[in-house]
């Protein structure tokens, strides 16, 4: 299977590297770093052994001194080595660790003295348009999202419904970290509605006949798996008045397809529009954090309904962009653009839509999006 250059850029020191499992972590690191000890704790056998004895990789180190640089494949299966790999870090002794994990629930507490300064954090994210250059296909990425794993077989809904189990069966299931996996199983389709939306957990309790306070805590295991993510509202310098609830997306739009139910009362329409908006939030998002510059992730709404639906702010970058499902674009599709423009002239603002062509409707760009995203390069 040919193999994809990524944009996450190597570091020079030990690092942990976050992302949902699929997403492409393990190829990339054996791709530039094929010289490395290979710790793979999805392997039963090692998994035990490490699970018993987290002191057997000092002997595993010791047995082998010339390699100096170690990768530990999905460590939150045992935390406990993170007690070895910290000890051997302050030793200061010539090995430098690459420590992949794909949930961060169990690495909180002894990925904390790491994470404080001596481990710097990367992530990787599913494919961006620019990565697949010309095998990048919109109406695919809609249908089937861009994970990695996915992408790239031949039955691509088949491999994303096993995907949206396994997490289920595996994560969720195996680690106890829920007692009712059928509750859960409902929640997982209630939150789906609010893909794109303004997060209202009590309206979600209510939808799976659950207290509020599980629902936080089904919120808080899937944050924990890097299933989802929320934006918060833009706030900086405010002249309106704003809401203040977050948006929430699953990070990948193949994954909200698969648990987004539908029915013959759906309208086609609302969900491919939901789904064009998610895919430009989690380009966005990665987008951000290959860059690694410090910017940030937002989008503004005002109580009067004035919305735009990304801002991306940061030390030298300040942007805004609406995204519309449709093909042509009017002056009226830019009211909240001119809004936003208004109390921010500093901001570049664009439209993003399904046309072909690149306009320029009163002063405001209107781009292909299918361009744009491909524009997303690092």
């Known amino acids: 299977m040919e193999t994809i250059p990524r944009n996450l850029k190597t570091l020079s020191s030990s690092f942990f590297l976050f992302g949902p499992r ?16 290979w710790i793979d704790l999805l392997d039963p056998r090692e998994q035990r052994i490490f699970r018993a004895h987290p002191e057997h990789l000092l002997e595993r ?6 390699r100096t640089l170690v990768v530990i494949d999905e460590i939150q299966k045992v935390p406990t080595l993170l007690d070895v790999i910290h000890r051997l870090i302050e030793e200061q002794r010539n090995v430098r660790f690459v420590l992949t994990g794909s949930s961060a629930r169990k690495l909180r507490r002894g990925a904390s003295n790491l994470l404080a300064g001596r481990l710097l954090q990367a992530e990787m994210h599913p494919f961006l348009a620019s990565e697949l250059g010309k095998d990048f296909e919109l109406q695919q990425a809609l249908r089937f999202g861009l994970i990695p794993l996915i992408w790239q077989v031949e039955d691509p809904a088949a491999t994303l419904q096993a995907y949206v189990d396994l997490y289920l069966r595996e994560e969720v299931q195996a680690e106890v970290l829920v007692r009712d996996l059928g509750a859960f199983a409902r929640f997982l389709e209630a939150i789906s509605f609010a893909h794109g939306s303004l997060l209202n957990l009590s309206a979600v309790a209510r939808e799976c006949q659950i207290q509020r306070k599980t629902v936080e805590g089904y919120l808080g295991v899937l944050e924990d798996l890097l299933l989802c993510f929320r934006i918060p509202v833009f706030s900086k310098r405010a002249k309106r008045q704003l809401i203040a609830h977050e948006k929430f997306y699953y990070f990948d739009v193949g994954v909200y397809r698969a648990l987004r139910p539908a029915g013959p009362l759906d309208q086609p329409e609302e969900i491919e529009g939901i789904s064009l908006e998610g895919l430009v939030a989690q380009h966005l998002r990665a987008w951000i954090a290959y860059r690694n ?32 499902r449709s093909t042509s674009a009017h002056s009226v599709d830019l009211r909240s653009l001119k809004s936003f423009r208004q109390d921010y002239p500093e901001a570049e603002v664009a439209l993003l839509y399904l046309g072909q062509q690149s306009l320029e409707i009163d002063g405001i760009p209107v781009i292909p999006c299918e361009k744009f995203l491909k524009s997303l390069a690092i």
Not at 61 to 66: F, I
């Open 22 to 37: 699929g997403t492409g972590k393990s190829t990339w690191l054996r791709q530039h770093f094929p010289e490395a000890l």
């Open 61 to 66: 180190l010791m047995g082998v001194p010339e």
């Open 293 to 324: 510059l410090g910017e940030r992730l937002y989008f503004w709404r005002t109580k009067s309904g004035s919305e735009v639906d990304f801002v991306v702010y940061g030390n030298d970058c300040f942007f805004a962009w609406e995204v519309k």
